[in-house]
């Protein structure tokens, strides 16, 4: 399998008042393409910081991220932003939709960011909110909509644009168990169709439905298990 | 250079302006009626600001000017030359401007200084002792001439107006009076116990005559006020000259016609060595011209002061709008939506609130304000106050107000779009 995202010694630190406190300490790490893999880790190991790393919302204090052979380090803004509409989904723990936009509109602000045609954009954001279960609630704005739904919907969002992977953070977080497992599942499917994802867990349950769980403890990985 | 430009621009420019409209929609939409209707009120309040705090200052200075206009000058104004008491030739000057088609009305008025007192009949306890008098302008008109020309009838507040044949009747200005001037001064005496009935007595160089207040007027035109009216016949008795000549002529054109063409056609015929001819805009006191230019500078200082307060009020509704919106703009920057989208999403919204509020704005102030008002002039000391609000004037003023908008609208959320995009969706 070819590598999609390859991580090399990276590092990030936080400043906490005078003193700078490091997160990650000279990760290395490679994603294969198709592959789900699952981040586990105790709180403040690193997980989420390692994601936003990973996925292009930050960028590592050192170290490089090279995408498909492509070293996003000296990528300015407007490329990594363009890099992330056309090649990266995202699902967020709080599911992170516009609260003035349709569940339908959500999905389909980012195709239309990608010049497509309205209504195959539309057409496509309608397929893909059938897809997770929601054909019947597209006019629904998030407010009206219950956690799992507005997570489904993120994860319409997150795929409509066909990205190369899907970063997840913490998606079933705040879901009740059964949800979460119909969104677990969703991302099972996906990833059973080729689609590659990393997921940030604190679940451990979760991670069976993975092919690889990496652990993280104290900004490092500690370990690196296949299924 | 340019082709770099425009390719940037062509590559994702007009997707990112789309995509702002299509996100600036929403959320006007879908932002709570409440919300909306308070930005679009202060949308609307801002824009009355720079128009009518403005426009009834300007209307203030115009009031006056209208009112000096109407009731005073006329359209054509000639008086008497510097250096003489009255307009020579003036039977030879009315006679040529009865001919001219566009002259409709001429008012011709005799004029002379003279004192009036009150209490002359009771008996002074020292001959040294200064009676109740005040010293004045005597006009005497053709009553109907006059009202044609000058409305002087409208100006009545008590009393009756002069009749053609009246004798020893008189109009006096309310400024005379104590009960329409709540001032007195040694150099500026009025007098205090004057009423509808009152006798008065007139003098006028060594003549004097007893005369009985018919009526008083009062208007915003200091000329009218400070005088004393007698048909014409009898204050030239009075003078004791029957070929005493006018001091001053007003005439009203047609309506549309430009009264320096009717001063022109005077001109040529000479009457210019024997009287200042003048239109009312030259005729115009030099104090009400340099109340001009005062307030025209006042005005404009003002509408910057209110540009500036307006660009401010949109620059904090965004502003507040972007910051309460911060982790979705990180979440649209997130998901690959460009900042450029996110912009003109702001931008959108500012000028579209914008637009209506002007909307609401010029509605208010053509559709009601400035009819209200021309109907009913504010009643301030010294003028009727109208609003000046011409279309020109709205106009820029809007567009103005549109690019005051588009950079208040810009620079918030610029500020915003420019954090880093995990911060903003982490709201830290």
């Known amino acids: 399998m070819d590598t999609i995202i390859k991580a090399k010694n990276l590092i990030k630190n936080f400043k906490s008042g005078q003193a700078e406190i490091r997160v990650l300490k000279g990760l290395d790490l490679e994603i294969k393409n198709g592959e789900f893999v699952t981040i586990i880790g105790r709180s403040g190991s690193g997980k989420s910081t390692l994601l936003y790393q990973l996925s292009l919302l930050d960028r590592p204090t050192s170290g490089e991220i090279i995408f498909e052979g492509l070293n996003t380090q000296n990528l300015a803004d407007d490329e990594r932003t363009k890099l992330r509409l056309h090649e990266l989904g995202y699902v967020f723990q709080d599911y992170a939709l516009v609260p003035e936009l349709t569940a339908l509109e959500n999905v389909l602000i980012p195709l239309l960011m990608q010049e497509m045609d309205k209504k195959i954009a539309t057409e496509k954001a309608i397929e893909h909110l059938t897809l997770v279960g929601l054909g019947d609630r597209i006019n ?49 499917e996906l990833h059973r169709q080729g689609q590659t994802i990393l997921m940030v867990t604190h679940e451990e349950e979760y991670t069976h439905f993975a092919d690889r769980t990496i652990t993280l403890f104290d900004g490092v990985i500690k370990e690196d298990r296949k299924k | 250079m340019f082709n770099k430009i425009k390719n940037k621009v062509l590559d994702g420019g007009l997707t990112s302006f789309k995509v702002g409209f299509f996100l600036a929609i929403r959320q006007i939409r879908r932002t709570s009626k409440w919300t909306n209707a308070l930005v679009i009120c202060i949308m609307t309040l801002t824009f009355l600001n720079l128009i009518v705090v403005n426009g009834i200052l300007v209307g203030l200075i115009e009031g006056a000017v209208e009112a000096i206009k109407t009731h005073y000058i006329g359209d054509v104004f000639i008086t008497s030359l510097r250096e003489k008491n009255h307009i020579e030739q003036a039977p030879n000057i009315i006679a040529y401007a009865k001919n001219i088609p566009a002259i409709e009305n001429i008012s011709t008025r005799y004029l002379t200084n003279g004192k009036i007192e009150v209490d002359y009949k009771i008996q002074k306890k020292r001959p040294t002792d200064k009676g109740e008098e005040v010293a004045t302008t005597f006009a005497g008109i053709d009553p109907d001439a006059e009202q044609k020309v000058s409305n002087l009838a409208n100006l009545l507040i008590e009393g009756e107006y002069l009749e053609p044949d009246d004798y020893d009747k008189v109009l006096v200005g309310g400024m005379l009076l104590r009960k329409y001037l709540d001032f007195d001064s040694p150099s500026f005496p009025v007098l205090k116990n004057v009423e509808i009935g009152s006798k008065i007595r007139v003098t006028v160089g060594g003549n004097s005559r007893e005369v009985t207040v018919k009526g008083i007027v009062k208007s915003k035109v200091d000329e009218i006020d400070r005088r004393v009216f007698f048909t014409d016949t009898q204050l030239r008795n009075l003078i004791g000259k029957p070929d005493y000549g006018p001091g001053e002529i007003s005439m009203r054109i047609t309506p549309g016609t430009d009264p320096l063409l009717v001063k022109t056609l005077l001109v040529k015929e000479g009457f210019d060595s024997l009287a200042t001819i003048q239109t009312q805009d030259e005729a115009e006191p030099k104090f009400i011209k340099d109340m001009k230019k005062t307030f025209s500078m006042l005005g404009t200082a003002i509408s910057s002061i209110g540009l500036v307060v307006a660009a401010i009020t949109i620059f904090i509704v965004i502003f507040i709008n972007a910051i309460t919106r911060r982790k979705f703009i990180g979440i649209l920057k997130g998901i690959g939506i460009r900042a450029t989208a996110i912009e003109w999403a702001y931008v959108f919204q500012a000028i579209i609130y914008a637009i209506l509020g002007t909307a609401i704005g010029v509605a208010i102030v053509f559709g009601f304000l400035k009819p209200y008002i021309d109907a009913n002039p504010i009643n301030f000391p010294f003028a009727d106050g109208i609003l000046v609000a011409t279309a020109t004037d709205t106009a820029i003023r809007v567009v103005v107000l549109m690019i005051a908008t588009l950079i208040a609208g810009y620079i918030p959320v610029r500020l915003i779009t420019k954090q880093n995009t995990l911060d903003a969706i982490l709201n830290r």
Do not use: C, M, W, Y
Request: charged content about 20%; proline content about 6%; glycine content about 4%.
């Open chain 1, 140 to 188: 629904n704005l998030p407010s009206q909509l219950s956690g799992g739904e507005q997570q489904r919907v993120s994860i319409a969002r997150a795929i409509a644009h066909e990205p190369k992977i899907i970063f997840a953070d913490e998606p079933t977080a705040n879901l009740d168990n059964e949800t979460a497992l119909t969104i677990i599942k969703i991302f099972e």
